[in-house]
């Protein structure tokens, strides 16, 4: 009887199974990973990491860090993964502005604008952004004109088929003082922005900490900068030759990269403010609105606020689909990851299984990263029950 009763314990079935299923995944794993090594120890094929020291012997054309021919392997990696970071940042900036003005867009009284935005989504967003990013560089930035006509934006940034080019600053002895003095006003509009929404909870008296932040942070560096001498010099590119030299520059792969990645993302976002926004009840506007609330504040302090908690897990997604989507970058040869490591440096190096499991920890790493800040925040933001 003991031993019928041990047996039929659920609590020691469970433990028995999830034993036995740990078991089977972890003897799966060592057969396949034994059984490859001996496949390419057969045919002479290494699946070590020795290769990162070996020099690449290729130039990258567009670098955020420092690159020469000579560096390594593991340095290409590092550069792959800083010019994917790159596009994945701006892409989520941009995307984040414009699915939030879109979104409140799709809500508007007037029929035109709430129109337009809904063509907007339903035709950007039902089109394969492979496509999307395609008719951009060949469509757009590849048919601007030569570097001698180039499109001249007030004599700060020129334009043409060969990229946009830009005044790159160049720091001076003392320019180290601004940084940290916008790190410090950064720090004090933070600080201000906490202590003025406790303000409004405790006593209802608004704050404008938003302008009062920018213009700390505004003010509080620039002051610094000229006290200090104005340290910075800027680099100016200018036509010589055939081509701009100075400045610093992106490629046309790079700006329609950006723009396809930020336009297509941008629509699912506008879709999920707006459902998010959709998800509070009317009669939370409706008490503002007998309340003598503004439109505006309506807006900012109740009812965003609660759509927050709706809007956060699905926008988690779509940030993580737009630093996976930013891999389609190797169709228009634009040299992220996937382009300088997955394509050139395996197939000069043949080293697959190490560089495809790189190529998926660093996503995994990315994808579980923005996630777990993300989390944090919409723990922060959740109803809490009494």
Known sequence: MRLGAFVNDATVRSVFYQAVTFVCVVGLIWYLVSNTITNMAQRGMSAGFDFLDVSAGFNIA??????????????VFQVGIANTLLVAVIGAVFASILGLVMGLARLSTNWLIRTLARWYIEILRNTPLLLQIIAWYFGVFNLLPLPRASIDLGGVMYLNNRGAYFPAPVA???????????????????????????????????????????????????????????????????????????????????????????????????????????????????????????????????????????????????????????????????????????????????????????????????????????????????????
């Open 62 to 75: 567009f670098t955020l860090i420092p690159y020469r021919e000579g560096d390594s392997y593991f340095r």
């Open 172 to 386: 001076q002895e003392g320019f180290a003082l601004t940084l940290l003095a916008l790190v410090a006003a950064v720090a004090g509009a933070v600080v201000l922005h906490i202590w003025a929404k406790r303000r409004l909870r405790d006593t209802g008296r608004a704050f404008p900490s938003g302008l009062a932040g920018a213009a700390l942070i505004l003010l509080l560096p620039l002051l610094v900068f000229l006290a200090s001498g104005a340290p910075l010099a800027w680099d100016w590119p200018a036509l010589r030759g055939f081509n701009f030299r100075g400045g610093f520059s992106v490629p046309p792969a790079f700006c329609a990269l950006i723009v396809a990645l930020s336009i297509y993302t941008s629509c699912f976002i506008a879709e999920i403010v707006r459902a998010g926004i959709q998800s509070v009840s009317h009669g939370q506007t409706e008490a503002a609105r007998a309340l003598g609330v503004k439109p505006s504040r309506t807006m900012r302090f109740i009812i965003l606020p609660q759509a927050m908690r709706v809007i956060i897990p699905p926008l988690i997604s779509q940030y993580l689909n737009l630093t996976k989507n930013s891999s389609l970058a190797i169709a228009i040869g634009f040299p992220d990851l996937v382009s300088v490591w997955m394509n050139t440096s395996l197939n000069q190096s043949g080293r697959a299984i190490p560089i495809v499991a790189m190529t998926m920890g660093f996503y995994c790493a990315v994808s579980l990263g923005v996630s777990f800040v993300l989390n944090l925040y919409n723990r922060r933001i959740l109803l809490r029950e009494r």
